[in-house]
């Protein structure tokens, strides 16, 4: 099937009492047994959930996956895949990366002797030159947050399996209908589910998803038993996302070219970071391992003042936090997604005082470059 196709339809059959086309809301936290030992594939909420069960097959089939396991949030789903990894062991970090996951492993899991290289892994170079007798895991952001450097899957796939470490890809800036780690010799993908594969808001999650059996069995004994699970409501949200996935991911793209465009064009912008421009280094790269570049773009207007002015002007984009909604986003990653990175670090990586980030939303993309228009004339 095409994944439009999959999109609505795997995970989501009918429901066998009443025919209903939509999943319900299994909104329970217990199952009635006939007997002991008897039960109808669901004991307690925790464990199993015909809702969350739902999403996590049709998540799965859109990647390409074999098996996936939702989670109250994107950091949840990674914290659950770094117990994949034990105390002693070395794991290769891309160094732009989202500030929270930068925060987790800085911040929490080194507190229990497990040891972060933090590398461009835009050059598999890099990662092979990083990599320790004890690396366990290759962890990548394609493209990253918020400046875009894209990974060659397939090469740090091949470098890091030589080695006998796990590859994960954290594809939530993509989406599956854009990029398929799995298709590259990635082993485990991870999302927040709150941004694009749910699209509207008003939900957060996280998913894993992955082929291999016995790592899989692990994640869900994870799942289980740290119990930091997505709920029967949030993962019907996510269903009700993924069905129009095809469509808004198409329509964020479209317009994503075109305000990257349009940016790289203004006098008032000193520089922007899309991999649809072809003014980016690795514009062929992305060209060949995505199937678009998305409504993710950032742009660097030169200070704090000049952000703060922009950022405050629009009318149309909304300053928060997140992504991938239906509305556009817009954001100053220095304060705000990468505040937990330190200030050398952040300008090391592009992640200066001056750097906007907008996710791209599905409005009349004329009035999207208008807002912007008006707001850098400010400057």
Request: hydrophobic share 40%.
């Amino acid at each position: 099937m095409g994944f439009a196709t999959t999109a609505i339809h795997a995970g989501n059959e009918a429901d066998p009492t009443t025919g209903s086309v939509t999943v319900p809301i299994y909104q329970t936290s217990t199952y009635q047994q006939d007997g002991l030992g008897k039960h109808k594939g669901f004991e307690y909420a925790r464990t199993q959930n015909p809702t969350r069960m739902a999403l996590e097959r049709n998540i799965a089939a859109l990647e390409g996956a074999r098996f996936g396991y939702a989670f109250a949030s994107g950091m949840a789903a990674i914290d659950a895949t770094m117990r994949l990894i034990k105390a002693g062991e070395h794991v290769i970090v891309s160094d732009n990366t989202y500030g929270g996951t930068f925060r987790l492993f800085t911040r929490i899991l080194q507190n229990y002797n497990i040891e972060f290289d933090f590398v461009d892994t835009s050059d598999a170079g890099n990662v092979e030159a990083a990599i320790k007798p004890n690396t366990r895991m290759v962890f990548v952001e394609t493209p990253t947050n918020p400046v875009m450097i894209v990974t060659d899957l397939q090469a740090v796939s091949d470098v890091a399996h030589r080695a006998g470490a796990r590859v994960v890809c954290d594809n939530t800036f993509m989406s599956p209908y854009l990029q398929r780690p799995l298709e590259f010799g990635v082993d485990i993908v991870v999302h927040s589910t709150t941004k694009y594969l749910n699209g509207h808001s008003d939900g957060v999650g996280g998913i894993v998803v992955l082929n291999d059996e016995e790592d899989a069995n692990w994640i869900g004994f994870v799942q289980n038993s740290a119990g930091a699970i997505l709920s029967p409501f949030d993962s019907w949200l996510v269903l009700r996302g993924t069905k129009t996935l095809a469509l808004r991911m198409e329509q964020h793209d479209r317009s994503g070219r075109a305000v990257a465009a349009f940016l790289e064009e203004h006098p008032k912008v000193q520089k922007i970071y899309y991999p649809g421009s072809l003014s980016h280094r690795q514009h062929d790269l992305a060209k060949r391992q995505q199937k678009g570049f998305g409504g993710m773009v950032a742009f660097d207007v030169g200070n704090l003042e000049n952000a703060r002015t922009v950022l405050e002007s629009v009318k149309l984009c909304t300053l928060a936090e997140s992504l991938g909604g239906v509305e556009t986003l817009i954001s100053h990653p220095a304060t705000m997604t990468h505040a937990s990175v330190l200030e050398e670090t952040r300008t090391r990586l592009g992640i200066t005082d001056g750097l906007v980030r907008i996710s791209v939303g599905i409005e009349d993309t004329d009035d999207i470059i208008a807002d912007l228009d008006q707001a850098l004339e400010k400057l």
